[in-house]
């Protein structure tokens, strides 16, 4: 079960910006298009991140199909093949 909690907050965001992102996300209300807006944003940066992530360290296809689906099966440290699926490096954002 996913547990989604709601935050209430007050901005102060320029009439002009806020019609224009509820016509754009197309809300009605000011409340739903910021929040849409904001939900749109962030999926765009972590897609954005992801294509970077993959254009730099593209993942180990040298492993098949059914050791990749039985990787959890093995007892740690017993295999020699370094884990395709994990990333070595960490995607973060910068705050601006």
């Known amino acids: 079960m996913i547990h989604t909690y709601v935050m ?4 102060e965001i320029d009439d002009r ?3 224009e992102v509820m016509r754009l996300t197309g809300e009605t209300k000011m409340s ?3 929040a849409k807006a904001a939900e749109l944003f962030t999926n765009r940066k972590k897609a954005v991140e992801i294509v970077r992530s993959l254009r730099e360290d593209p993942l180990d296809y040298s492993l098949t199909n059914d050791q990749i689906e039985h990787w959890e099966d093995l007892p740690a440290g017993t295999s020699s093949v370094k884990n395709p699926l994990k990333r070595t490096r960490k995607v973060s954002y910068r705050k601006k």
């Open 17 to 19: 910006l806020v019609r």
């Open 32 to 34: 739903a298009a910021v």
């Open 8 to 11: 209430r907050i007050s901005v």
